[in-house]
């Protein structure tokens, strides 16, 4: 329950920041004639020096209404903004560069309303694995070991009975009887030298997976009275918030993590950073060194500045539009940072929309297909329409465009986990 808080939280936060760049498109009439901010003559329903709405309002009813508007209403500029996003966006695009801005939801707007939007979604479809109990899966193996154990023994129980009668009545079948005890028996070996082995293994390692739990347990414990007492103290907090975090993803991770034990934690410990000997290499291994001992508070810190640095995909991504339309003077940097907004916007609120589908059996194929075949289609037609280009050339474009959109994310990736480590 608590993450669905969260989400939600997250999507009122997401509106409130879009509303705070994004300039509004009307209000009511008031009777005001002066406004009540800056003391301007007023002349319609907004005040033409300052901007605040000549209409004011001081109840808990209209408070309540400013939340569902933000989220919802965006003054109604959403509902004309989103089926041309899906659907026309190199007309939207087009439309915004020129002047009609009034008309539509701004991109930076849109984009920090979707990031905000997704990054809430995802979050609320993650699977909550911190109550789950990985022993159970064991024990569920060892049930299903003894039980084929048992129809095995069982199988030459009989054999061995139908032997003894053979002997009485039809010695010819002898023979025949001790290859299939033997053949079962054969099974029942690789059944005990396969399985069995596993299951003990599997045992030891959750053995060893309970010892880990318990000890992150401690220290969860241990961080949460240090921040009480700090708190307490008038002492900062931010650096242990921080690795508490970390270490309750930590926690949740291993819960999932249990029932396809491996050898990462292995692997993990076999990192080794010290022999790097270049300007700066000191600070990395210190780094690396510091990832390898909280590997949870990294994975929290590069999940946190995804969120807070997704807006660093604008930047990366423009000078990659620039480079498809460099000899055409008639575009400019502002252009290229539009069409990119809009772009990444619409990306999200796909992935939001298909992750959804895909998380119910009944919509699952359909998330699948518009996931799989709908991005390259939007791409095309954005070009098209926003450059004005001839079909093959968007189409070529496009196809850069894929290949440049995949470079950005991996330097945008690059970006968020050298903040993490760092």
Sequence with gaps: MSEELAGAADIITGAAIARAVEPDAGGG?????????????????????CGQKAQIHRTLHAFGHDILHSVLHFDGKIWRTLPMLFWNPGDLTRRYVHGERAKFVSPLALFLF??????????????????????????TAQQKYQKDRAEIMGDIAKLE??????????????????????????????????????????????QQ???????????????????????????????????????????????????????SGEDLEDWRFTDLDFPGADALNKAVEKAKNNPQLLLYKVQSNAYKFSWALIPISVPFVWLLF????????????????????????????????????ATEPVGGILLAFYPPI?????????????????????????????????????????????
């Design 326 to 361: 460099f000899w055409r003077r008639q575009f400019k940097m502002f252009d290229h940072a539009v069409f990119v907004t809009y772009s990444l916007t619409f990306m999200m609120l796909l992935g939001t929309v298909c992750a959804l589908l895909i998380s119910f059996p």
């Design 209 to 263: 997976f309970d010892l880990e739990k318990t000890k992150l347990q401690t220290e969860i414990a241990k961080l949460e009275a240090g921040i009480a007492e700090a708190r307490k103290a008038g002492k900062p907090t931010q650096a242990m918030e921080d690795q508490l975090e970390g270490q309750k993803m930590g926690f949740r991770l291993m819960n999932t993590a249990a029932n396809t034990l491996n050898k």
């Design 161 to 206: 009975k139908e032997k003894i009668e053979s002997l009485t009545n039809r010695p010819s079948d002898a023979d025949r009887i001790d290859k299939e005890i033997s053949r079962y028996r054969a099974n029942l070996k690789i059944l005990d030298d396969s399985k069995g082995e596993e299951l003990r293994q599997a045992q030891i390692a959750m």
């Design 378 to 422: 939007h791409m095309y037609r954005h070009l098209h329409h926003a450059y004005q280009t001839t079909r093959s050339g968007a189409f070529l474009r496009m196809c850069l465009l894929s290949f440049f959109a995949m470079t950005a994310l991996a330097l945008f990736a690059v970006l968020i986990v050298a903040l993490g480590v760092t």
């Design 114 to 139: 979707s990031v905000f939007l997704a990054f809430a979604a995802f979050n609320w479809l993650l699977p909550d694995d911190t109550d789950s109990n990985p022993a159970v899966t064991i024990q």
């Design 29 to 49: 009439k008031s009777e005001a004639t002066i406004c009540l901010n800056c003391g301007t003559a007023l002349a319609g329903a907004h005040c033409h020096q």
